[in-house]
Each structure stands twice: as C-alpha cells, then as structure tokens.
C-alpha cells in the first residue's frame, strides 16, 4: 500500500495523519509537500491534514485548494484514488470543487474543541464501512469553521445519493442538517470536520476513528 | 488601474458574525438598524489593459466562493496628478 498526508504550510494534523494510517496499515505513510508539483506514482490513498493552511488567509482552504500540488489531488481523486479531507482538509476539498458546499464561521462564532456524537449515516463507502448504520460514534472536533453549508437543492441531492457520511449526534457548529462529512458522487471522497486520526489508540482515550482506517485501508494492506 | 472587488455573502446565507456585530451595534445603544452583513474588501492594482474578463474570473476562481458568496466589481478613476 502507498498512502500520501499532503502538507500545506500551517497544517497541524499532519503528523497525527500518517502515525494513524501507519498505526492501521503497518506501513509508513509518504509526506508530501503543497510546492510539489506531482504525486508519488502509484498511490493507492491521499489523505488532506487538519491545521490552518496558509493562516486561513481568505477563506480556510482557499489558498491550498489552488497550490500546485492539487491539482494531482484532483487528477488522482477522478481517477478513482481514495481521498480524505479533515477538518482543513474538507474546507480544502470544497474549496478545490471535488466536494460540494462550503464551509462557513461556526454559528456560535467560537473555536469549539471537544468530542462530538456523530450518527454514521451511510455505511456503505469505502471509508465507513467498518460502522453500523445509524451507530452514533464519538469523534474530537476542532474547529472555527465547520458551519456546513450548501443549497437546498444541492442538500436534497446529498441527502438522496446517500452522500452524508457523517451527522452530528447534538448542535456543534450550525451545519446545515447537521452534515458533519460529505462524499463525493463516485465515492471515493470523503471530507469530514471531525478529527478520526485523533482517536485510534488507547492513550487517545477513544479509538472510534480506527475503523474508518480499518476500513479504508483494508484492501490496500499487501497491494 | 486600480480596482476595487466587493464580496459579500448571498442573500439567504445566514450571517452569524453580521448577527453579533448588530448585537454589539445595539448594545452600543445604536437604534433603529434593522440587518448587518459582513463582507470583504479586496484592493487589486492591475494593468490598465485588464480585460473585464479576466477580473471577473479573478473573482470567481478565487477571490469569491461562488457557493456562497457574491462579487461586486468597480473600476477607481486615476487620480489625477496624483504623486
């Protein structure tokens, strides 16, 4: 398995990110840096780090959502390759147009930091499927701007192609039907506010994100 | 030429950093504001042979979120004699 963590200048969660997928799949992650200009051939899962990329310069993700190195992201994520966004990482994906939406000021205006229930709305994808349907799980979240928004149009169609991944299980942040993480129409991308790599282990003193990684890495481990 | 780009946030999108600072207005003892709205001003100092749209397209690639924002676009006239 091959598995990329992009780092963008004022990413944080980085680190947290190739520890857990190295943690899960036994096989260290490859760091890749936002100036770069192509990916390491032959990924087979690209993850975007939670942080503050670009010191949220216009809007959080604007700035690295048109770095150099998305533009592979984008190329990759169409050819079907794996990608999570987290926290940043998601304002990353809908800012960069491979998620739907986007991502506004919390509603209550405040940083909120603290583990949130999360009901798993859709159990099918490649990254939840290690999750019961309907299971409330429980995940840290960090952050300013995790206020999920989109049309009623554009939420009607999520909500139809069972594309909302993950719910909020009590108000956080004022999202639009509490979405808490979206998927893309193939599948194949994920982007979430909640931080999954922050709860794989026991010190961590919640292991309910290992499963995504369980399940996303699962047939990658040997290939 | 220099131009100057409103955004501002669609009507309809809910405002949360517009809604405190009409609180702090009214807690100011400022009465009668009915609705407040924040936007962004960006300043751009670009060639005098920039087409309309190319500044348009700034705009939407970048400088607004099309998602939720809109964009008001406004040419300065030179100032004249100006050091």
Known sequence: ?223 | MKVRVSVSLKPGVLDPQGRAVHHALEGLGFAGVENVRVGRLIELDVADDTSDEALDDMCRKLLANMVIENFRIEKLPETVGAA
């Open chain 1, 1 to 223: 398995m091959r598995a990329a963590v992009v780092t963008f200048p004022g990413s944080n969660c980085d680190r947290d990110m190739a520890v857990a997928l190295e943690e899960v799949s036994g096989i260290p992650a490859i760091r890749v840096w936002h100036g770069d200009a192509e990916l390491p051939e032959r990924l087979d899962f690209i993850a975007l780090p939670g942080g503050f990329s670009y010191g949220d310069y216009l809007r959080c993700g604007s700035m690295a959502a048109r770095s150099p190195i998305m533009r592979a992201v984008i190329a990759a994520a169409e050819r079907g390759v794996p990608v999570l966004g987290v926290c940043n990482g998601f304002q990353v994906l809908t800012e960069s147009g491979l998620l739907p939406g986007a991502l506004m000021r919390n509603a209550q205006l405040t940083f909120t930091c603290r583990t949130v229930p999360l009901v798993v709305e859709n159990n099918q994808s490649l990254f939840t499927s290690g999750y019961d349907a309907g299971q409330v799980i429980g995940l840290p979240v960090a952050h300013h701007d995790g206020n999920y928004f989109a049309d009623s149009e554009t939420l009607d169609r999520l909500e139809g192609e069972g594309r909302v991944a993950f719910r909020y299980g009590e108000e956080v942040n004022g999202s639009q039907r509490s979405i808490a993480g979206v998927l893309n129409e193939a599948g194949n991308v994920l982007g979430m506010m909640p931080h999954p790599e922050r709860a794989i282990e026991a010190a961590h003193g919640n292991r309910d994100g290992r499963a995504l990684f369980e399940a996303a890495l699962k047939d990658l481990v040997g290939a």
